[in-house]
């Protein structure tokens, strides 16, 4: 059993729903945004994942960035050492998801280099008509080492997957580093 703390950086354009999916997974389905704020900034959201097969915790810090370019510069420092990454997109706009990539650049440039990083892609606003499909998303998350998910923060659908995925890897990676660790001391 182990209580891990991650970092998790959520980008993509603006009014994808980044915030709204933060949101909505921090208060549990409770907070839908009814109204538009736009995000100024980062704002920082808390959510704990429990894995239940193996009682296992990770305190998931959500950096939820601005989507607006005029922020980007100024928010790269609270980037930094972040463990993960959700590129998202709505999939009722195709520009949103041609942008993934862009973020995905972004956050290697601010943070990651040549370190692989656990993340997926989050195709947001499912209950809309989508126009991106399931194939292209995946190829495009499998290219970038990552696990593509589809979800609506307006009906609460979805949402768990994504970051229970994350938060699985991530105790994955952990307890990976200590076997690793283990047998340089033994
Ligand atoms: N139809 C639909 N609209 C959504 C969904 N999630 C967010 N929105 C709307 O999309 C707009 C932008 O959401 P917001 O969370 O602020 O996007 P952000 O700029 O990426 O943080 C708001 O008007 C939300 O109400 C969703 O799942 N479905
Ligand atoms: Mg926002």
Redesign the pocket.
């Known amino acids: 059993m182990v209580f891990l703390r991650a970092k998790v950086l959520v980008v993509?354009?603006?009014?994808?729903?980044?915030?709204?999916?933060c949101q909505v997974l921090s208060s549990d389905g409770g907070s839908y945004?009814k109204s538009?704020?736009?995000?100024i900034m980062t704002e920082l959201l808390i959510k704990q994942i429990q894995l239940t097969d193996k009682d296992d915790t990770v305190e998931m810090f959500m950096y939820?960035n601005s989507?607006k370019a005029i922020y980007f510069e100024n928010c790269k420092e609270t980037w930094l050492n972040a463990d993960m990454i959700v590129l998202?997109y709505d999939l009722s706009n195709k520009d949103s998801f041609g942008h993934i990539k862009f973020w995905y650049d972004k956050a290697k440039e601010a943070f990651l280099y040549d370190k692989e990083v656990i993340g997926c892609v989050i195709g947001?606003?499912?209950?809309?008509s989508s126009i991106v499909s399931q194939a292209n998303a995946k190829q495009l998350a499998e290219s970038i080492k990552m696990k593509a998910f589809e979800?609506?923060?307006?009906?609460n659908h979805g949402i768990l997957e994504p970051f229970r995925y994350l938060a699985s890897e991530y105790v994955k990676k952990y307890n990976e580093e200590i076997r690793k660790v283990q047998e340089i001391i033994d």
């Open positions: 993509g354009d603006c009014c994808v729903g980044k915030s709204a999916i945004p538009y704020n736009s995000t939820d989507g998202v947001n606003k499912s209950d809309s979800c609506s923060a307006k009906d």
